[in-house]
């Protein structure tokens, strides 16, 4: 999927015309899913009380785990004592837990907790529903059709990096 046919009569400019075309809608739906107002409606479904920075970094951690927390600085672009604080309040709620790091003793890495991956799990069971009610007027054939080409996209960036 995604390939050209050899038959194809459409150009590089025409592929770059339409890749741009991607490029640009990728942006609006990268800067919904990422935006305060989208990141409340999950957190409302989902029925969890966290903040946008706890949400954040729950997500973060699940994705990436187990993690030092100076790494995930790193990733999101942060100081990581911007993180502490909401690593303090998701290792409260016991969404996360911290162990040793057995490469070096003196740091430590944090991983999502049993409740912390049900937590996880209602947040993006509440993250799919707004998806769903975005394209409630949409088939289930064009849907299938968005996740096939947006999987097969998924694909290339893992296996061509970003």
Request: glycine fraction near 6%; charge should be neutral; avoid cysteine.
């Amino acid at each position: 999927m995604g390939r050209t046919s050899a038959g194809s009569s459409d150009g590089p400019d025409e592929q770059r015309k339409a890749s741009g075309e991607v490029a640009a809608a990728l942006a609006t739906v990268g800067n919904w899913m990422f935006s305060t107002a989208a990141r409340r409606r999950i957190m409302a479904a989902s029925g969890l009380e966290l903040s946008l920075g706890d949400y954040t970094l729950l997500a973060q951690i699940s994705q990436h785990a187990p993690v030092r927390l100076s790494v995930l600085a790193e990733l999101m672009e942060v100081d990581k004592s911007t993180l502490t604080p909401p690593a303090k309040r998701l290792e409260a709620r016991g969404f996360i837990v911290r162990e040793p790091d057995p490469a070096d003793a003196r740091a430590q890495l944090v991983s999502v907790s049993r409740a912390g991956k049900l937590a996880i799990r209602k947040l993006w069971q509440a993250r799919a529903d707004i998806v769903a009610e975005l394209m409630d007027d949409w088939s289930t054939a064009d849907i299938r059709s968005l996740a096939a080409n947006l999987a097969a996209f998924a694909e290339a960036i893992e296996r061509k990096g970003t």
